[in-house]
């Protein structure tokens, strides 16, 4: 069995060449050959209509040419001449050995023949030197019915097939000769880059994730080429970010419970003999313990979110009562930093289409986000409106802004343009990777416009309920 690619095109190759070589080999030789029998078949005839001519006014007197005005005329038409009556008996000349018995054994061809009907037979031979074609033809007017034969060697149309088939044949081993040439190269240009290709796949599969092809010849190979070192390249990055986001996670749960740990065991061992000292360990334990427990519930969000777990229960939701309930619940914290809520709401606003919880989870990442980066005493804008068949909601804040370097990551995973804000303030680096796909999931979007220095404003839109 043929496993390669390469040998099978090879061989395919080949196989159609030679296929297509002796077939037109075959239909040629035929052709020429039928070709060169008919130019010989009437070349005879127009011959035998002159013998005719030479000898109807001897016959039409009574008198059959003699052996020598026959061998004159023979030699005249380069070929055997012989006369017949009606009965099959040769009456003049020598035959050819053999067509005398095959005409007598053939009563129709004789009756045929003197119907007026002129007759030709080919005779072929094992020998090429012995075939011949003769003709017959009837002697009009003659007193009584008279036939005259002619029959004459085709050895020289038998030498110009064999010389043409030769010819074919030569270009039948030539055709063999080029195939094999051209099916090395043409087998050898498809499967080198397919070898390419493959290589780099297996390379890519035992760990050497910067593998690539180079493969990429602007054909279907190298489209297929330039589709694996994208895909390589996505999987490379994939990996990349699974290996950064285990690296988070270890450490952004090692610090809590290190932190746990740690104070657990000054505890235990005496070290805080002070009830005052005991209660200030004890605080920080459940505060390392609920930011443990934020940061897993967080993963678990967005575990699910990426696996289309979640689940999103959309209804219908009347944004304007349900943003005016959100500010009331979450005046203590707005108390804290004595900042103040300005709201932009129309009148007439479209029902949207959402998760109530789901979206309160996203109003409360981005509001908490607005208030740690608001300067203290300022205000936080909040306003709706239509944009297209979404319902927008804008939250801005007037802090010192994103930097413009940092924009493009906001939204990756345990990412943060001051490495130390948030884990100062309790967060866990996850929430806007989570806001975003929240909104996502709710047939929405979310995009965030910042000038260094004069604020931050997240904008994120759900669908208008039809």
């Known amino acids: 069995m043929i496993r390669s690619i390469f040998n099978k095109i090879l061989l395919s190759h080949i196989t159609v060449i030679l296929v297509s070589t002796i077939t037109l080999a075959l239909l040629m030789s035929y052709f020429i050959r039928a070709q060169a029998i008919d130019s010989k078949r009437q070349d005879l005839l127009a011959k035998g209509n002159a013998a005719i001519e030479l000898l109807t006014?001897?016959?039409l007197a009574g008198k059959l040419p003699t052996d020598d005005t026959l061998d004159n005329i023979s030699d005249l038409v380069g070929g055997t001449i012989w006369l017949i009556n009606e009965n099959g008996t040769v009456i003049a000349g020598q035959p050819s050995q053999g067509w005398l018995r095959r005409f007598k054994e053939n009563q129709q061809e004789i009756s045929d023949l003197f119907t007026g009907n002129p007759q030709t037979w080919t005779r072929a031979a094992r020998k090429r030197n012995i075939s011949s074609i003769t003709v017959a033809l009837p002697i009009p007017d003659a007193p009584n019915p008279t036939a005259i034969f002619l029959d004459a060697s085709i050895t020289g149309v038998n030498n110009t097939v064999f010389a043409a088939e030769r010819i074919l044949f030569y270009s039948l081993i030539a055709g063999i000769f080029t195939a094999v040439i051209l099916g090395l190269l043409i087998s050898r240009?498809?499967?080198?880059?397919?070898?390419?290709?493959s290589q780099a796949a297996r390379n890519f599969a035992k760990g050497d994730y910067d593998s690539r092809t180079t493969a990429t010849t602007n054909d279907e190979i190298g489209s297929l080429g330039r589709t694996f070192n994208s895909m390589a390249e996505s999987l490379n990055q994939i990996e990349q970010n699974r290996r950064n986001f285990l690296a988070n996670v270890s450490h952004e749960l090692r610090t809590p419970v290190t932190s746990i740990q740690a104070l657990s065991e000054t505890i235990l061992d005496g070290m805080a003999?002070?009830?005052?000292?005991?209660?200030?360990?004890?605080?920080?334990i459940v505060q390392e313990s609920k930011r443990l427990s934020r940061l897993i519930n967080d993963l678990l969000d967005l575990s699910q979110l990426e696996a289309d777990e979640l689940s999103i229960v959309c209804q219908q939701i009347n944004l304007k009562a349900w943003l005016l309930a959100e500010i009331d619940k979450i005046q203590p914290l707005l108390a804290k930093k004595k900042l103040t809520i300005h709201t932009d709401i129309p009148k007439h606003l479209p029902t949207v289409w959402g998760d109530i919880d789901r979206t309160a989870q996203v109003f409360t990442n981005l509001i908490t986000n607005a208030i740690r980066h608001a300067p203290e005493g300022s205000a936080i804008d909040i306003s709706l409106y239509t944009a297209q068949q979404h319902i927008a909601m804008a939250i801005a804040d007037h802090g010192t802004g994103i930097p413009l370097a940092d924009l493009p990551h906001i939204w990756d995973r345990f990412y943060r343009g001051?490495?130390?804000?948030?884990?100062?303030?309790?967060g866990t680096g996850l929430g806007l990777a989570i806001t975003k796909k929240l909104v996502q999931a709710m047939d929405g979007d979310i995009i965030v416009y910042s000038i260094p220095g004069q604020g931050a404003t997240f904008t994120f839109t759900l669908p208008i309920a039809k």
């Open 273 to 284: 003999p002070k009830p005052e000292q005991q209660q200030r360990y004890l605080t920080t």
């Open 189 to 197: 240009s498809l499967t080198k880059p397919i070898a390419n290709i």
């Open 57 to 59: 006014p001897d016959i």
């Open 418 to 426: 001051d490495k130390s804000r948030a884990r100062n303030h309790g």
